[in-house]
């Protein structure tokens, strides 16, 4: 029997306690040899979270991390702290992040490695944007940012890779299968490190199962329908 699939939901800057504890009843109902599930909300939610889904299969994680395990950085949250507060892995540089506040890869695999050091999972991003794939770039921007965001300290069993389409990501414009199979064998072929590879660009009900069961597809990294219980278990049951 193949690995599970992993089924990672990013809620990105959503959810008060109210609206979140049905969304996370719902899904503690979900019970599956053929994937895991995990659920990065606000860093404001982790605490209830893992409080509410202490008796389930459901793993958290953070959504971005510092590199510095401590120190004057206000507004930050550091590895060691997720770790604290009982994540399994955490989410390091996400297209946002990447874009809004300009991280570099260095930057990524500063904050993959002290996720590491935590004990964490790190789920480390890459993609490539619009412009870059119209230029005819995507395989070299995957490629410059797998090598420059993958610490040496990654193994199979701490790093995850997620890809992410920065350009079919909330743009109407859609990834086919033989994109995704094409950058998932070069991630697949480029890794030092064998890990996991996520796919991660409007992964919805309609579309998961084709997604999920293609080569080199490990899982998926949901953003909006992960925000949606019954969307969020269609995905994870297409697995």
């Not at 509410?52 to 008796?55: F, Q, V």
């Not at 230029?135 to 921007?141: I, Q, S």
């Given at each position: 029997m193949?690995a599970?699939?992993l089924?990672?939901?990013?809620?990105?800057?959503?959810?008060?306690?109210?609206d979140s504890?049905?969304?996370?009843?719902?899904?503690?109902?979900?019970?599956?040899?053929?994937?895991?599930?995990?659920?990065c909300?606000p860093a404001?939610?982790?605490?209830?979270?893992?409080w509410?889904?202490?008796?389930s299969?459901?793993?958290?994680g953070?959504?971005?991390?510092?590199?510095q395990a401590?120190?004057a950085?206000?507004?930050?949250?550091?590895?060691?702290?997720?770790?604290?507060?009982?994540?399994?892995?955490?989410?390091?540089g996400?297209?946002?992040?990447?874009?809004?506040?300009?991280?570099?890869?260095?930057?990524?695999?500063?904050?993959?490695?002290?996720?590491?050091e935590?004990?964490?999972?790190a789920?480390?991003?890459?993609?490539?944007?619009d412009?870059?794939?119209t230029?005819?770039?995507?395989?070299?921007?995957v490629s410059?940012?797998?090598?420059?965001?993958v610490?040496?300290c990654?193994?199979?069993?701490?790093?995850?890779?997620?890809?992410?389409?920065?350009?079919?990501?909330?743009?109407g414009?859609v990834?086919?299968?033989d994109?995704?199979?094409?950058?998932?064998?070069?991630?697949?072929?480029?890794?030092?490190?064998?890990?996991?590879?996520?796919?991660?660009?409007?992964?919805?009900g309609?579309?998961a199962?084709?997604?999920?069961?293609?080569?080199?597809?490990d899982g998926?990294?949901?953003?909006?329908?992960?925000?949606?219980?019954?969307?969020?278990?269609?995905?994870?049951?297409?697995?």
């Open positions: 193949s599970p699939k089924i990672v939901g990013n809620w990105k800057m959503n959810g008060l306690t109210a504890k049905q969304r996370v009843d719902a899904l503690m109902a979900a019970k599956s040899a053929a994937f895991n599930m995990v659920l909300p404001t939610l982790i605490n209830a979270l893992n509410w889904t202490k008796d299969a459901l793993k958290i953070g959504q971005d991390c510092h590199a401590s120190g950085f206000t507004g930050n949250i550091s590895a060691q702290m997720l770790k604290d507060l009982g994540c399994t892995h955490v989410i390091v996400h297209s946002e992040r990447r874009q809004y506040h300009k991280e570099t890869s260095a930057e990524v695999a500063a904050k993959a490695k002290a996720a590491h935590a004990g964490l999972i789920i480390i991003c890459i993609g490539e944007t412009a870059e794939r230029a005819g770039r995507a395989n070299d921007v410059e940012q797998l090598a420059a965001s610490p040496d990654a193994t199979v069993d701490n790093t995850v890779i997620a890809y992410e389409p920065v350009w079919a990501i909330g743009t414009k990834a086919s299968s994109d995704i199979k094409g950058i998932h064998a070069l991630i697949r072929e480029k890794s030092v490190v064998k890990a996991q590879i996520l796919y991660g660009g409007s992964v919805k309609s579309n199962a084709e997604i999920l069961h293609l080569p080199n597809v998926v990294l949901v953003g909006g329908a992960s925000l949606k219980a019954d969307e969020f278990l269609a995905i994870a049951n297409a697995a």
